[in-house]
């Protein structure tokens, strides 16, 4: 029976180089972006936080700095009990 | 499969097939990566957000006293609150805060001065601060001009920028000035024996809201008591927002897809002819849906890594991630963004499920429609006849 692909060192024809690159292309891109997107993904999900949780920790901070200092968001004690800040929605994010 | 591989003949045929309608399968690809990207990213985000926020306020206090009085807050004398504080069961090692918000050379920072000593193991290179010395995060630190800080507008005090906090502890540190108790008085408005509050930790979690009565009672001043749960409520429903922003742009996105969908569909509906062409040569039913599904494959698979890969670069990565938390927070600072990661890969595969998982059906579905039939029939679907 012919097998046409099943001689050693097949070489393929000049046609199908192209698409043979081209396979090449989508299978070494997917497989390099997926395995750099899963190498620090891994890498962060070990010990991305250690650092910022101990101080958090030790200094006994109330809230992460992902706000602006003096904002109710980063220093949460701070919102006065006096002041209700359901009525004034603009004032959530002011410093 | 790398470069020395012999591939299938029919992967082969496949790409060659995409060769023929470059730019049609150019623009499918650019549609399947952007879809994934934008839908992607606004999940990730969100969901980092959210993880973000879990892992750090799982360090924070309990519950924090704050002695209040007609003027708003005012100083805690550290020795009566901290006895007062003892002599609640459950309450264990209440601490005394010396902090505040002051004006900097560019805005609010947040001073601190720790009444206890920091561990060594906490320290790793960082010198603490002496009299007339500072310690500053990486928000503070561009702002600085020759080594020195000035802080404070009607006590400004100025100190020595000996180092800067680490960027990997950005999360807890971007806009802090650590400094020495003597230091910080002046700024806060403090006398030696006051701290700014009570930062307590609880030997049961749960019984936060329970203690709160008993604990204000406690102080022979009227204090405000505000519990870890409730700021993490805050962050969730922050989070939770942010998810919303996600579902909104997720409905173009859907739409995208539907159109992605609808496109394939008619595609293979208008080939016809050709798979009457390929039957009348040999090939069976099989053999074409195995060519359209290649064919999608070739093209959807590295589409739909490239777009999860660049939304995962857009919200973990910190240039790009600060751009992507402006466009998902409207503008809202996030100063120190380098979220938490954990729970990206579940997004992730949902993503790559919920466009990938369709788009194969869609391909399967219309191919096995379309090709199945006699030749003969099959041709004559050709616009020539």
Redesign the interface.
């Known amino acids: 029976m012919y097998r046409p692909f099943a001689e050693k060192n097949y070489r393929y024809p000049a046609p199908c180089r192209g698409a043979r690159r081209l396979l090449i292309i989508a299978i070494t891109a997917s497989m390099l972006l997926g395995i750099a997107t899963a190498a620090d993904l891994l890498r962060r999900i070990a010990h991305q936080d250690d650092g910022a949780s101990a101080w958090m920790r030790t200094m006994n901070f109330s809230a992460p700095a992902l706000w602006t200092a003096g904002s109710p968001m980063r220093h949460p004690e701070t919102v006065h009990p006096g002041v209700d800040l359901r009525f004034s929605a603009g004032l959530v994010t002011a410093p | 499969?790398m470069?020395g591989t012999?591939?299938?003949?029919m992967?082969?045929?496949a790409?060659?097939d995409?060769?023929r309608h470059c730019g049609r399968s150019m623009l499918l690809f650019a549609c399947l990566a952007s879809l994934v990207f934008l839908t992607a990213m606004a999940l990730l985000f969100s969901q980092a957000?959210d993880a973000?926020?879990e892992?750090?306020?799982?360090?924070?206090?309990d519950l924090?006293v704050?002695r209040?009085d007609g003027g708003?807050?005012a100083p805690l004398p550290v020795d009566v609150a901290m006895a007062c504080a003892k002599k609640i069961p459950g309450v264990i090692d209440p601490?005394p805060?010396l902090?505040g918000?002051v004006p900097g050379p560019e805005?609010?920072?947040?001073v601190?001065a720790?009444i206890a000593v920091?561990?060594e193991s906490?320290l790793k290179g960082i010198p603490p601060p002496s009299a007339g010395q500072a310690v500053v995060?990486q928000?503070v630190a561009r702002a600085l001009s020759g080594g020195r800080l000035s802080l404070g507008s009607n006590h400004s005090v100025t100190v020595s920028v000996i180092h800067t906090?680490?960027a990997?502890?950005?999360?807890?540190?971007?806009?802090?000035v650590w400094m020495t108790p003597d230091d910080a008085r002046p700024l806060l408005g403090l006398v030696p024996g006051q701290a700014s509050?009570l930062?307590v930790h609880l030997f049961r979690r749960e019984e936060e809201r329970a203690i709160q009565a008993d604990l204000a009672a406690a102080f022979p001043w009227p204090v405000?008591i505000?519990d870890?749960s409730?700021?993490a409520l805050?962050?969730h429903t922050?989070a939770v927002r942010s998810g919303g922003i996600a579902v909104v742009a997720g409905i173009p996105a859907l739409l995208a897809l539907l159109l992605i969908i609808t496109g394939t569909v008619v595609d293979n509906t208008a080939r016809q002819a050709y798979w009457g062409l390929l039957k009348s040569m040999g090939w069976t039913t099989a053999d074409m849906v195995r060519l359209q599904v290649s064919r999608a494959m070739?093209?959807g698979?590295?589409a739909v890594?490239?777009g999860?890969?660049s939304a995962?670069a857009a919200v973990?990565y910190p240039p790009a991630a600060g751009i992507t938390a402006f466009w998902v927070t409207g503008g809202?600072?996030?100063?120190?963004?380098?979220l938490?990661?954990?729970g990206?890969?579940m997004v992730?595969i949902e993503i790559a499920a919920m466009v990938g998982l369709p788009f194969l059906a869609a391909v399967f579905l219309t191919t096995l429609r379309a090709a199945d039939g006699s030749p003969w029939t099959l041709l004559q679907a050709d616009p020539w006849n």
């Open positions: 499969m470069p012999r591939y299938p003949p992967v082969i045929w790409a060659r995409i060769q957000l973000t926020w892992r750090l306020m799982d360090q924070a206090p924090v704050r209040i708003g807050w601490t805060r902090w918000v805005g609010p920072v947040t601190v720790s920091v561990p906490m995060g928000g906090f680490p990997d502890t950005g999360l807890a540190t971007h806009d802090l509050d930062a405000r505000t870890r409730t700021s805050n962050h922050r070739i093209v698979i590295p890594v490239l999860l890969a995962y973990f809202q600072h996030l100063p120190a963004l380098t938490v990661s954990s990206a890969a992730m």
